[in-house]
């Protein structure tokens, strides 16, 4: 049997623990130590090279402070790369957003965006 990994999903999970990780300024090694593995163990989960576990999956999501269905919330029946390209650009425009702590600037950070798109429909 040929393993073909990293699998679409596992590399999805695996890239927004990265990118929240790293939105919260936590090292792999933090995180490793809380889950109770390898720094290289984290490397391979955020590579998508190494499928989770259940109880390790959710040892993250209390690290992280974030709940599971956060690093479900991008699988969507793509036609094709273009749409998965553009759903890793949401994933990781949502992690930074949530990685806001100030309301202040995540409104003005909406309000922005408001701009631009009505800006863009205007043009």
Known sequence: M????????DLDIGT????????????QGRLAKFVGCT???IQKYEG???RISIPVFLKI???LNTHPNYFFSNFLLCDNAKNSENGNIEVKLLSLFRALTNEKVKEKVVNLI?????NLKSE
């Open 2 to 9: 040929v393993m073909d990994y990293p699998k679409s999903s």
């Open 16 to 27: 927004k623990i990265k990118i929240h990780r790293r939105s919260l300024k936590i090292t």
């Open 39 to 41: 720094t290289q163990q």
């Open 48 to 50: 998508g090279c190494t």
């Open 61 to 63: 999501c209390t690290f």
């Open 114 to 118: 408001e701009a631009v798109v009505s």
